[in-house]
């Protein structure tokens, strides 16, 4: 399965927005780009996935580079409830329906 | 609430005993999925079940592992001669669309501590 490099940890304010970086220099071409993150005590949450183009939902955006190579997650106004570990996590189209889980970023918001 | 159900959510148990973990998914069928997870690790993949058929287990899964789904609805993860190691949150995750890009619905954990 492809690798994705991401910070340890990261810090931002309450109400500010938040760019959570991912990097997957060796993506095939079917693997989707999946973000999770799992609050304190809990199991992980999905929060967005995309292929190529740019995704938004209710919870965030997924920009996605030109090449697929790296990837940003953008939560438009941080609250103190995003303070979570993010995953980013590629998944194969055509493989294993398993995820495969790094160590993630730690984000940190202050009121 | 994902609607993943998990029990017990937390055990304590001294090193050598058998314990039972059990996830009750949203629905029936469909795939499941067992993780687990150690202080400050992701998630590690452990086994998974399209319906009743168990179709991959990682080599984490050694042989004191056994999980089951009986009939596609809940699913049990017991371990045999607990280790210290074996000190985890164990996760239950159910998939409800068939697909690599449907999500993965995770219930709250087991946390299993071992003295």
């Known amino acids: 399965d492809a690798k994705t490099t991401q910070p340890n940890s990261m810090e931002s304010n309450e109400e500010e927005p938040v760019h959570l970086p991912c990097n997957h220099s060796t993506i095939s071409g079917t693997d989707y780009i999946h973000w999770y993150r799992q609050l304190p005590s809990q199991g992980p949450e999905y929060v967005i996935h995309g292929l190529t183009s740019n995704v938004n939902n209710r919870m965030a955006s997924l920009a996605i580079a030109e090449d697929r190579k790296s990837s940003t997650l953008i939560l438009h106004r941080a609250t103190l409830r995003d303070a979570a570990v993010y995953y980013c996590i590629l998944r194969d189209q055509a493989g294993t329906d398993k995820l495969i889980f790094g160590t993630g970023t730690r984000l940190q918001v202050f009121p | 609430d994902t609607g993943v159900s998990q029990d017990p959510r937390h055990k304590i148990t001294k090193r050598g005993q058998n314990v039972t973990f059990r996830c009750d998914p949203i629905?029936?069928?469909?795939?499941l999925y067992w993780y687990r997870q150690t202080l400050g690790q992701g998630p590690e993949f452990l086994t998974y079940f399209q319906n009743e058929a168990q179709l991959e287990k990682s080599r984490l899964l050694s042989d004191r592992f056994s999980a089951e789904r009986p009939k596609g609805s809940f699913s049990t993860l017991e371990i045999q001669r607990t280790e210290q190691g074996d000190s985890a949150m164990y996760l239950c995750?159910?998939?409800?669309?068939?697909?690599?890009?449907?999500?993965?619905?995770f219930g709250e954990g087991s946390r299993l501590t071992v003295l």
């Open positions: 629905s029936e069928h469909n795939r």
């Open positions: 995750a159910q998939a409800l669309t068939s697909g690599n890009t449907g999500e993965l619905f």
